[in-house]
């Protein structure tokens, strides 16, 4: 799909006219508030025709984006609002399809805005034209070159962080396609007076202080510079610092820049050492000194500086001294040489430094000519770019703004020219009539000025050469001689005022009534500016150093060429480049830009009207509208004329068929504008008044607004009919949606109450019938049951004679059989273990049953006791024998006993068959030995205890000394009493004897005690009852009597203390009494 055209104009949206020709009234204050209405809505760019007037805004819009070099891209210059895009656009194009040399030319005061403007000219250019490695390179050189030069040739002013100070003209070169082929750079009188001197508040060129800031240690070093600016005569200190300038950055740039413009490293360097020299020279300083013919001489104070010069520029040190000591003056074959004084010779050292940097200047802007040179020789179209200081009236005006203002006026002559001539000629292109059009014309004042004869600048010239003395005041007064009678030229002693003095002039001043302007000139400095001499020793001095640039910067030096002739003056060399300037630029097609400065403050929003008044008056620019509308205010061709208006007339609305020349007499017509107020050229429209084309404007949006309207009714027609009829259908489907949905809804419901309903029924039917069914099964059994009963007592009748006398009995035992059947059987099931320390026992489940069960219970525990005796053998059956007798004898009575029933009773703990030592002791008894085992025998006496072997046979109790085994005493059972012990858990047992019995028997009882006390009681017990069929008496008691002898000794026990240890103690306390102590 084509991409739709919209069709604008710079009449759409406009904020206050955009272009001052239909400004209505015009005069200064409409003017001015149209600017400032312009202004304070960021629209910076205002027409004057094909003139932009561009208001520095001081602070970065967004209307340089790439995205507006596209809006403005290929469009006609009034169709988008104001901007120096679509100038430069026209002018592009212009020169790339019409064949036609453009240039642009940049006019304003310091600080409006015009280097800025040059550089959007060239950036957009570089952005539309064509595009390719080579091309990009030749732009890129082409922008870089802009770095270069405002670095040497800008600095800071009071008005203007970066003002240039050189006059800057560049030719753009392009091939037939419009690609960039190259460029040159000429250059206009540089502002050098500023190397050696700067006005209060204002700095040296950028290139110093970057050079300063940025250069690395090791170039500072190279250099013999150092960092401190405060070290530099030549450097303000003021304001060395400019808000929001990174010198050391920029010191990048430029060193960036001078490489992709084409500087070899060698030559970057070169320039970096004049640079330095220049600093340098400014610190040399001199002293006077007293000569014999009562001349002063100038010595230099400190020659380190001029050493470490020498040193840097390869010159001889003594040359360069004597340079600066003396002058040389050759006048046909004669040369004169004459000392200089202090003051000569800080003149000659400033005249050197601004040479050597001006030339400088000029060799850079060579060297960049020679890289961006065009590399082809085919015809090319040029574009030309002029930035140059605009028209300056400050309150001392000296010869540079003498200089300044003479350009500006010979630039606003050509203006004149060129743009008359350009109405001129489209006029004759239109085929309108011309009409005379009434305008200051300037050439009056150029001519004052460059008049070879009686020009001011021939004057200066005059005076400059002329033999004798010559001073600035011998100047004015040629001038009061030869302009006096010029009617833009005054004085205090000039025409008006020949026979009375003009006191409202100064003295030694002049005025120059410019077409911008009267400005007041000083005299002072006008003579030597003019001159801008260097002497000829400084200048060879220059010519032999060994830096081949400085050397080259002076060519003059070489005596080779010496010329006796004066070099040309300042103010001629000026003249003659400014006409150059002129011719080319006569040969183009002119563009302007005219650059307004807002305010003094560099501010953003600050909108002064007086200084933008004045500039106004001085830049001309209502006479330009005023030339502009002389003969008709506003053209515009046929087919966006009729596109825009065609609304107007029912006859070209919507669409005219035929030309559109016809079309817009057809409306012009019918809309009766009179006649006079238009022409029909070839292909444009021509309106006198600016009133006619608002007047069409207003009809315009009149009709817009009706046509708005009409569009809005069809549309909301179109819309609210559209919105029904989308609802119509919505309502429709919505309906049928819902009856479906309805009618589904209750087919669903009937549907269901049909099951339910049928559900019932059938559950009603099947109960029914179920009860039926019921009821018959019932009325069955019922008869079955009655048949059987009836039956039942039929047979009991018939039987019962039979067996109803001991019926009673049988069910009795049958019942009680089944019952102990059943206890049986379970009685099985439940048997407890075979343990016979087994306690459990089922429950008894009859009451009646309770004697059997017990027996049952006793039974199976001798049963089972029985059982796990027969698992013994004969010596184990004997050993539970004893056991149990102990157990009978014991137990419960003795505290002792509970510790023997783990004891497995021995008997024969000595074995006195296998001892050799109890030999004879052996062979002594014959009977089998019951106990053999070492017992306590307690001496009757004190009832301290001796051991001894204590025997035991079946007939027999004997008792044996220990060693020797010899028997000490032998008692037959038979004379054995009793045996007492105590209920206590201690070993302690007595034997009592008959009292006549055996011999052993005189001494009395035995008291002994054992480890085995229960076991040897149950023992002699056992025997005793065995042998002699009589039980023995076993006494237990806490306290008994004992035969010793022929005592009656009571033993008594009692609770010994737990000092004597776990030991029972046993002491003689009386005749009578033996204690023992039991712990
Ligand atoms: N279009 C712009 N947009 C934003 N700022 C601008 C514009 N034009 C100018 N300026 C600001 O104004 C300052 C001065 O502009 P510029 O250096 O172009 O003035 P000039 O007319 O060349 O002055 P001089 O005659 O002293 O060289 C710029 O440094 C910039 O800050
Ligand atoms: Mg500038």
Redesign the pocket.
């Known amino acids: 799909m084509a991409k739709m055209e919209v069709k604008t104009s710079l009449l759409d949206n406009m904020i206050g006219v955009g272009d001052m020709v239909l400004l209505e009234p015009l005069n200064e204050e409409t003017f001015i508030n149209n600017l400032k209405k312009r202004f304070d809505h960021n629209e910076?760019y205002t027409y004057i025709g094909s003139v932009v007037v561009?208001v520095?805004?001081?602070?970065?819009?967004p209307i340089y984006s790439p995205e507006k070099v596209e809006d403005y891209r290929n469009r006609n210059f009034y169709e988008l609002s104001p901007h120096i895009f679509a100038l430069s656009d026209e002018a592009y194009r212009s020169l790339r399809d019409q064949d036609k040399d453009q240039c642009i030319l940049i006019t304003?005061?310091?600080?409006?805005?015009?280097?800025?403007?040059s550089k959007?000219v060239m950036s957009y250019v570089a952005a539309v034209c064509g595009k390719g490695a080579e091309v990009n390179q030749v732009k890129e050189q082409l922008l870089q070159s802009n770095p270069v030069l405002e670095a040497f040739g800008?600095a800071k002013?009071v008005?203007?962080?970066?003002?240039?100070r050189f006059g800057k003209y560049m030719d753009i070169e392009f091939d037939f396609k419009g690609d960039p082929l190259g460029g040159v750079i000429s250059n206009y009188l540089l502002e050098k007076s500023r190397v050696v001197k700067q006005p209060r508040g204002e700095r040296n060129f950028h290139v110093f202080y970057q050079l300063l800031s940025g250069a690395s240690e090791e170039l500072l070093n190279k250099l013999k510079l150092e960092r401190d600016f405060s070290r530099y005569n030549y450097l303000s200190l003021d304001s060395a610092k400019v808000n929001g300038v990174d010198d050391a950055a920029n010191f990048r740039t430029v060193r960036n820049a001078m490489q992709i413009v084409g500087f070899m490293d060698h030559e970057a360097e070169s320039v970096l050492e004049v640079v330095a020299a220049v600093l340098k020279l400014g610190n040399i300083e001199f002293k006077p000194e007293s000569r014999v013919n009562g001349l002063d001489e100038s010595k230099i104070k400190d020659k380190n500086e001029l050493k470490e010069i020498c040193e840097l520029t390869g010159i001889d040190q003594s040359v360069l001294e004597r340079a600066f000591s003396f002058r040389t003056v050759e006048a046909k074959q004669e040369k004169v040489s004459t000392t200089l004084n202090v003051a000569q010779a800080y003149y000659a050292r400033d005249a050197l430094a601004k040479n050597l940097y001006s030339r400088l200047f000029s060799w850079l802007v060579n060297r960049i000519n020679e890289s961006i040179k065009a590399q082809t020789k085919v015809r090319k179209k040029v574009m030309g770019v002029l930035?140059i200081?605009?028209f300056e009236i400050f309150e001392d005006n000296s010869f540079e703004q003498f200089i300044i203002n003479y350009c500006n006026e010979k630039l606003q002559q050509i203006f004149i020219e060129l743009t008359l001539k350009e109405e001129q000629e489209e006029y004759i292109r239109e085929d309108i009539e011309w009409t005379h059009i009434d305008y200051f014309n300037n050439a009056i004042i150029c001519d004052l000025i460059e008049n070879n004869t009686n020009g001011i600048l021939a004057m200066l010239d005059e005076e400059c050469l002329r033999p004798g003395t010559v001073t600035d005041e011998t100047f004015l007064e040629k001038l009061n001689q030869v302009c006096a009678t010029h009617q833009h030229f005054e004085s205090r002693m000039s025409k008006c005022s020949r026979f009375l003095n003009d006191t409202s002039l100064p003295h030694s001043c002049f005025r120059i009534q410019h077409y911008a302007g009267k400005v007041l000139y000083q005299v002072e400095g006008f003579v030597d500016k003019n001159n801008d001499l260097l002497y000829r020793d400084l200048s060879q001095a220059m010519w032999k150093a060994g830096h081949t640039l400085i050397k080259s910067l002076f060519p003059e030096g070489n005596p080779a060429k010496i010329n006796l002739k004066r070099p040309p003056t300042a103010g001629s060399q000026f003249k003659a480049s400014v006409a150059t300037l002129m011719k080319n630029l006569q040969t183009k097609n002119p563009n302007y830009i005219r650059?307004i400065k807002p305010n003094d403050k560099?501010a953003a929003h600050i909108f002064n009207e007086a200084l933008v008044c004045h500039q106004i008056r001085y830049l001309g620019l209502l006479e330009n509208v005023r030339v502009r509308r002389a003969g008709y205010a506003f053209r515009q061709a046929y087919e966006p004329c009729l596109e825009r208006y065609k609304m107007l007339c029912k006859q070209t609305w919507p669409h005219w068929k035929g030309p559109a020349r016809a079309g817009v007499e057809v409306l012009f017509n019918e809309l009766e504008i009179p006649v006079e107020e238009y022409s029909f050229g070839r292909s444009k429209i021509f309106i006198r008044n600016p009133r006619t084309l608002f007047k069409l404007e207003d009809l315009r949006k009149q009709r817009l607004e009706d046509l708005a309207t009409l569009i809005q009714k069809i549309y909301r027609g179109w819309k609210c009919r559209t919105h029904f009829l989308l609802m119509r259908k919505s309502q429709i489907v919505i309906a049928a949606w819902y009856r479906r949905y309805a009618q589904q809804k209750r087919y669903q419901q009937i549907k269901s109450s049909a099951l339910v309903i049928q559900s019932y029924i059938r559950g009603w039917k099947a109960r029914k019938i179920l009860r039926e069914l019921k009821h018959q099964k019932r009325c069955e059994e019922a008869a079955t049951t009655i048949a059987a009963y009836w039956h039942g007592t039929q047979v009991r009748r018939e039987y019962r004679k039979f067996f109803r006398a001991n019926a009673g009995k049988k069910i009795y035992e049958f019942t009680i059989q089944r019952i102990v059947q059943k206890y049986f059987l379970e009685m099985k099931n439940k048997m407890p273990s075979l343990s016979p320390i087994d306690k459990n026992w089922p429950s008894r489940p009859y009451l009646f049953l309770d004697s059997t069960h017990k027996e049952l219970k006793r039974i199976f525990h001798l049963w089972r006791c029985k059982k796990y005796r027969d698992q013994f053998t004969d010596q184990k059956k004997l050993i539970y024998e004893e056991k149990l007798e102990a157990s009978e004898l014991f137990k419960d009575k003795k505290a002792l006993y509970p510790s023997s029933v783990g004891q497995p009773f021995q008997g024969a703990y000595l074995e006195i068959n296998k001892n050799p030592k109890y030999k004879k002791l052996k062979d002594a008894i014959e009977e089998k030995i019951i106990i053999a085992e070492v017992v306590n025998k307690i001496n009757r006496a004190n009832g301290k205890s001796t051991s001894r072997i204590f025997l035991l046979t079946n007939n027999n109790l004997l008792l044996a000394d220990q060693k020797s085994g010899q028997i000490k005493s032998e008692v037959p059972l038979v004379d054995v009493t009793k045996v007492s012990m105590s209920s206590q858990n201690d070993g302690f047992f007595a034997i009592h004897l008959k009292e006549q019995g055996s011999e052993a028997a005189s001494k009395g009882d035995f008291l002994f005690s054992s480890e085995h006390l229960i076991e040897m009681a149950t023992k002699l017990y056992r025997t005793t009852l065995s042998q002699t069929k009589q039980k023995l008496n076993i006494e237990i008691s806490d306290e008994f009597l004992v035969q010793f002898r022929q005592d009656k000794v009571c033993v008594k026990f009692i609770q010994g203390n737990q000092k004597n240890g776990s030991v029972p103690t046993c002491k003689r306390k009386n005749n009578r009494l033996l204690e023992v102590a039991v712990p």
């Open positions: 910076i561009s520095n805004p001081y602070r970065s819009l304003g005061e310091s600080g409006a805005g015009k280097t800025e403007a959007l800008n002013t008005r203007n962080d970066n003002s240039s930035d200081y605009g650059c560099k």
